[in-house]
């Protein structure tokens, strides 16, 4: 598959589950150009985003969507060709973080370690769980109502550690692409080799569920393991917010 189809695909994944996560509990919407996802106590997806590029007329909609709903963060995939991301920069945006958007033919499975156990969650209970660990790996919330909306769009996984929660991964299927979102181990159980054997199992799910790419986007601590598990680099996400 060559690389635009694969930009593709990473995006359209990415964007689908912000649609389908929103969409479940009406807080999806779609205004010209744009779209933009907002959950009511919830720190994801609360994106909005575009599919073509802008000009600086476009950038006014935007400011002013972000009026209306605050709190919103717009991904510019640096795929166009053009700089029009210098309109979120010299307008009062500022960089809230960069991610690395990234692929991985799927071919062979690996063999997992069986230190951790991976518990889809599909009761309330577990939610409200996942829901509590997940801030402890990033700095936002998924709202535990969010994934009681979803368990049958996407797959939230808990992961423990001798009967301990102290991870989280999400999968989302788009055609023959896998996403795989959310992997994160609590501060107090890093650099053990957890976050590797999550990124296994998630490879394994996807080859399972007849999938050929694994999709991602990595930050910058999450980039080196990504790597070494054979994921390459499409493009890149900077995430803007008004300040």
């Not at 150009?33 to 907002?38: A, D, I, K, R, V």
Request: hydrophobic content about 40%.
């Amino acid at each position: 598959m060559n690389s635009i189809n694969l930009i593709k695909d990473n995006i359209d994944n990415l964007t689908t589950l912000w649609k389908t996560a929103a969409a479940s509990l009406l807080s999806y919407h779609q205004n010209d150009f744009l779209e933009f996802s907002q959950i009511k106590n919830s720190g994801w997806p609360n994106r909005l985003w575009f599919r073509e590029d802008i000009t600086e007329d476009d950038l006014l909609q935007i400011q002013e969507t972000i009026e209306k709903n605050p709190g919103l963060v717009v991904p510019y995939w640096d795929i166009f060709g053009s700089n029009s991301n210098e309109f979120f920069e010299k307008n009062g945006f500022s960089i809230r973080n960069q991610l690395a958007a990234m692929a991985l033919k799927l071919d062979q499975k690996f063999t997992l370690q069986n230190n951790l156990a991976f518990k889809r969650v599909l009761n309330e209970e577990d939610a409200k769980t996942w829901s509590d660990i997940y801030p402890l790996s990033f700095n936002y919330v998924i709202s535990k109502e969010t994934l009681v909306a979803n368990y049958e769009n996407a797959k939230f996984y808990l992961v423990h550690f001798e009967e301990k929660p102290i991870g989280t991964l999400t999968l989302f299927q788009t055609g023959k692409i896998m996403g795989i979102h959310g992997v994160g181990v609590i501060p107090e159980m890093r650099k053990r080799g957890y976050a590797e054997e999550i990124m296994k199992f998630a490879i394994n799910e996807a080859i399972d569920a007849n999938c050929e790419y694994a999709q991602l986007q990595a930050s910058a601590l999450g980039k080196g393991i990504y790597t070494r598990l054979g994921f390459e680099d499409l493009f890149t996400i900077t995430n803007y917010q008004l300040s």
